[in-house]
């Protein structure tokens, strides 16, 4: 199947190539999925989008008239998609189930430690020469209360984590 792929970056490429083990023609366009850019997918039976294109009624009919049946999300979230255009124009929308919550709770566990350690701002002083710690200066982790908002996988696997700062050995 002919497969019109938007918002492309160079991984898009590399992932989306090693997963196509069914043989699609993925034709990449850096291009976002627009009102404006819709027509670039003229004649391909899908589409593949990201979160930041826009799948408007406009958008959904321009792709339609242009022959496509099939948008594929490559992203969990689908409210960037106009679902009952979509069902008007008899589209079908298909989106990523779910990411690695493993993942998520990890990356969230990362910002955490990069604000409190200001490692964004290390870096960026490391690069001009400047190894001054004013300023950088953060604190323990350990001991502290952390609130987690909603315990689904996400939540409780990043509670898990919180937990490995001081709760679960004893204090030294």
């Not at 069902?87 to 990362?110: D, F, G, I, M, N």
């Amino acid at each position: 199947m002919q497969v019109a792929v938007f918002s492309t970056k160079h991984y898009d490429k590399v992932f989306l190539d090693k997963a196509n083990e069914a043989g699609h023609k993925l034709h990449y366009l850096e291009a976002r999925l627009t009102p404006a850019t819709a027509q670039l997918a003229s004649g391909f039976p899908a589409v593949c989008a990201f979160v930041n294109d826009q799948l408007s009624e406009e958008t959904l009919a321009v792709l339609k008239a242009g022959g496509t049946n099939l948008i594929a999300l490559r992203s969990a979230g689908f409210n960037h998609v106009d679902l009952h255009a979509a069902e008007r124009l008899q589209l079908t929308v298909a989106r990523v189930p779910a990411y690695s919550p493993y993942a998520v709770a990890e990356h969230a566990a990362a910002l955490v430690l990069s604000l409190n350690r200001r490692t964004f701002r290390a870096y960026n002083r490391v690069r001009e020469g400047n190894f001054s710690l004013e300023g950088l200066l953060g604190f323990d982790l350990n001991g502290k209360t952390v609130g987690v908002i909603g315990t689904g996988k996400i939540g409780c696997l990043f509670a898990r984590i919180m937990l490995g700062f001081g709760w679960i050995c004893p204090d030294i």
